[in-house]
């Protein structure tokens, strides 16, 4: 209750969960990461933003009635496409099999940026949970807060990529702070993995990037994604989920950027130019 009225005073926190490499885990941290802040009393929408791969209603086994697809098209307002879940959280989902959203238009990323502003007053918590790589709509998501947060695994092709996607971030978008995630590994080789990109994006890039924190390997994470349940200790306001809480607190006030006259201007210049 207590964080729901700072919340308030402080302004909502909207993060954006992306990864260089498919598959390390954005989704599973995502979810999480809604779960405990629903857990905490906050209000907390998760966007699909993996546009046509539906990952978050499939990983929660939501029954999803629209998705985001419907408000790019006019058919739908952004409130009715929101998804209550059984968690506490609500969702709005990226739709499936729609290879048209792959590259979204400058009017499409208004339009949502629009409905996202919208969204923010209504709620306190906003988590984008993107998908994997540098394409457009990626690296348009991934810049939408001043601190993207980066999911990794140790694995050298993570690391690799994670660097290629702070890179392009940082060089294309001129995203300067980026928190970092490690997942699926123990507690010290995660702080080595992070450590490793550090040290490069230190050397080559003007830009910073902190650590997190670390969730470990689990058997059962896989098990309990198949059922469509959530790890309940992660969940749980009493549970051992440090890594969450540090992400809720650091976020504390984040709004998105403001971006909003940008994407106005690139659009008025596209008119013209058509
Ligand atoms: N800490 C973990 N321990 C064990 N398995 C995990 C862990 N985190 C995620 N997984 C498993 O890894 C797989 C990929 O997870 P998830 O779908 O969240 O990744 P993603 O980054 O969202 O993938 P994509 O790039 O395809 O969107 C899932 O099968 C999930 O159950
Ligand atoms: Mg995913």
């Known amino acids: 209750m207590r964080d729901q009225q700072q919340t308030k005073d402080r302004g909502p926190r909207v993060i954006s969960i992306s990864s260089g490499k498919g598959g390390v885990g954005k989704t599973f941290f995502s979810v999480h990461l809604a ?3 629903a857990n905490r ?32 098209h006019g058919t739908r307002s952004i409130d009715e496409v929101i998804v209550a879940t059984r ?6 989902p990226g739709g499936s099999s729609l290879s048209e959203l792959a590259h979204l238009s400058a009017a499409q990323q208004l339009l949502i940026l629009e409905n996202l502003n ?3 007053a209504d709620y306190d ?8 790589g540098i394409g457009d709509n990626v690296l348009y998501f991934s810049s939408l807060t001043e601190e993207p947060v980066i999911v990794m695994t140790p694995e050298p ?10 890179k392009v971030l940082h060089q294309q978008r001129h995203v300067k702070r980026f928190g970092v995630v490690v997942n699926k590994a123990p507690a010290s080789g995660a702080l080595l993995a992070f450590k490793r990109i550090r040290s490069v994006v230190d050397n080559y890039l003007q830009a910073y990037c902190s650590f997190l924190g670390s969730v470990d390997y689990r058997q059962d994470i896989p098990q309990l994604i198949q059922k469509q349940a959530l790890l309940s200790e992660f969940v749980s ?5 440090d890594v969450f809480d540090k992400v809720l607190d ?9 971006l909003l006259p940008y994407w106005r201007r690139e659009l008025l210049c596209m008119d013209e130019s058509s």
């Open 125 to 132: 918590v906003v988590i984008l949970d993107n998908a994997a």
């Open 250 to 258: 650091q976020y504390e006030g984040a709004g998105t950027r403001e």
């Open 118 to 120: 919208k969204l923010i």
């Open 157 to 166: 092709t993570s690391l690799t990529d994670a660097y290629a996607l702070i």
């Open 35 to 37: 779960a405990r802040a």
């Open 87 to 92: 968690y506490g959280f609500d969702v709005i």
């Open 41 to 72: 009393g906050l209000k907390t929408l998760v966007l699909d933003s993996d546009f046509g791969l539906a990952n978050v209603d499939v990983m929660l086994g939501l029954v999803a009635t629209g998705s985001i697809y419907d408000v790019l």
């Open 237 to 241: 306001a009493s549970g051992d989920a």
